[in-house]
């Protein structure tokens, strides 16, 4: 269409043929401002087009499942063990929106904001090994003023899977060399996970004096085995009706300030990419003069979510997300095999401030039989009476 033809259909354009121009300029927007004047006449109401741009007509959202969710949150685990003190003012506004999302009543909603919240950190790894693609503080940045930043993520998440090259169940294991088992070693130390780092020697090792490595199971296999090893549940894995205990248990903000500091620094991490440094340093510091009250908002956010947990009012998807775990086989002495499930940090974080509330409560009541939980220096005095029956023998 040339720029004359253009200003004439600018002037004189019908309603319905807005729709065919906008069907024929794909691509670009236009706004319509449809004026009722007395020039609509038989040909009906005249239309001004003003080339500014303009909202692009609302998308239909896609429905995730639960299984689709689960799938995507668990590609992006490597662990972000560095944060720039510029991403995590945005990192901390972004879980706020996506905490108190994951209470909303539209379960969609709710399932989606969180898993976007479990994939940002291992989404962030990812975006740093893209050349030439979009900053991070950027990406954040703009994340953090949208309405649903969980959904940003995971649209950015399955964008950048696609970009990925396409990996196959299928696929020729190559064992590990002592070149590529030194790069993991260096990348270890560099971010401060010396015990990583030892196990990847071991395994260097291991090599060079002739080991052969094994490849590892695949998913079905894996799973197959852990079912072997865990009985299904019954009715007396049912917790209580939450009719018969009204108040429940609470978790008060103060307890979950207090979580933070207590955070092993060192842990591993568990199916996403969100580790405890990161953890820390997003919750307890913060930058400006308002640095302190956006931090009891994050706090308070959080302990919502966390009492949603506790009192069983999570949507059903929310909780399958946040039970995702990372299982390791712990090979024993005669041969058989431990699974340990390694949860997300903020599944431990949220069960350590649980835990907080009652142990004082369950070491009253469970002494002397044991020492351990809610008992301040319950070790020492354990020890102490061991030395006391050691002497008297």
């Known amino acids: 269409m040339g720029v004359e033809e253009e200003g004439r259909f600018r002037e004189t354009a019908t309603a319905s043929q807005v729709r065919e121009f906008i069907v024929e300029m794909a691509g670009r927007e236009v706004d319509a401002n449809i004026d009722q004047g007395a020039a609509g006449g038989a040909a009906g109401p005249t239309v001004a087009i003003n080339p500014q741009p303009a909202r692009r007509a609302r998308r ?107 990996r196959t169940e299928a696929r020729e294991f190559r064992p590990p060399t002592l070149a590529s088992l030194a790069k993991q070693v260096d990348k270890c130390i560099d971010e401060d996970r010396f015990s990583a780092a030892a196990g990847v020697v071991e395994r260097m090792h291991a090599i060079s004096t002739g080991v052969e490595i094994q490849p590892p ?23 209580p009706d939450a009719a018969d205990d009204p108040e ?57 979510l966390s009492n949603k947990s506790t009192n069983g009012s999570l949507h059903p998807t929310v909780a399958m997300l946040w039970q995702i775990g990372r299982n390791a086989m712990i ?40 020492l351990g939980v809610g008992v301040k220096s319950g070790c020492e005095i354990a020890a102490r009476l061991a030395q006391v029956v050691y002497d008297a023998d």
């Open 60 to 166: 239909t959202e896609e429905v995730f499942t639960v299984e689709y969710l689960i799938d995507l949150v668990v590609q992006f685990q490597t662990g972000l063990y560095k944060t720039h003190y510029s991403w995590r003012e945005p990192m901390r506004d972004i879980c706020v929106k996506c905490w108190d999302l994951a209470t909303a009543e539209d379960e969609q909603i709710a399932a989606v904001n969180f898993a976007g919240f479990l994939i940002l950190p291992g989404l962030i790894s990812a975006m740093r090994g893209v050349k030439r693609g979009q900053s991070v503080v950027e990406f954040l940045v703009q994340t953090a003023g949208r309405r649903q930043p969980g959904r940003v993520i995971v649209d950015k998440a399955r964008i950048l899977l696609e970009e990925r090259e396409p």
């Open 248 to 304: 429940g248990l609470v978790v008060r903000v103060e307890t979950v300030q207090k979580v933070w500091r207590r955070l092993d620094k060192k842990a591993a991490p568990g199916p996403t990419a969100w580790v405890n440094i990161t953890i820390i340093l997003m919750m307890t510091t913060s930058r400006g003069v308002d640095g302190h009250a956006k931090l009891l908002a994050a706090n308070e956010s959080f302990t919502r």
């Open 217 to 239: 199971r695949s998913l079905t296999e894996l799973r197959a085995k852990v079912a072997a090893l865990h009985p299904q549940a019954d009715v007396m894995d049912e917790l």
């Open 331 to 370: 090979p024993k002495s005669d041969g058989s095999e431990r699974p340990v499930a390694i949860m997300d940090g903020w599944y431990r974080a949220n069960g350590r401030a649980v835990v907080s509330e009652v142990a004082e409560e369950v070491g009253r009541a469970l002494m002397p039989y044991q």
